[in-house]
């Protein structure tokens, strides 16, 4: 199972990013996304979810109105729109398969990880 999550950076607070993972038809097919992060010293925590179907989507409180999840299955792919970046949204962001096809937040919902991409906010 692979999960390769590309698009982070250093960038300026205010800036944008887009992240995108790439997965398997086989990995992916009938099971929700989702994307976490995790700064140093802290726990990985919940940052946004789609459902199977892209008809269901949460986010975290803290991202809401400034990301964006999206995915597209014709090429397996999940992506996450990050606008209006915060210094406090500098950590690793893992992309994740989920169990079942809900999009939902919590991590031992999810199955197959990806490495994780590095995210840098300046202020």
């Known amino acids: 199972v692979q999960l390769q999550a590309s698009g982070g950076g250093l960038v300026q607070a205010g800036g944008s990013l887009r992240l995108s993972c790439a997965t398997s038809r086989r990995t992916s097919r009938n099971n929700g996304m989702g994307w976490f992060r995790q700064a140093p010293g802290k726990e990985r925590e919940f940052v946004a979810g789609?459902?199977?179907?892209?008809?269901?989507?949460r986010y975290a409180d803290s991202v809401k109105d400034r990301f964006t999840i999206s995915r597209d299955n014709a090429r397996d792919t999940v992506y996450l729109q990050m606008s209006s970046l915060k210094p406090e949204d500098t950590a690793v962001y893992h992309c994740?398969?989920?169990?079942?096809?809900?999009?939902?937040?919590?991590?031992?919902?999810?199955?197959?990880w990806g490495q994780g991409t590095q995210v840098t906010v300046s202020s």
């Open positions: 789609v459902s199977w179907r892209g008809d269901s989507i």
């Open positions: 994740a398969v989920s169990r079942g096809p809900i999009a939902s937040n919590r991590v031992y919902d999810y199955q197959y």
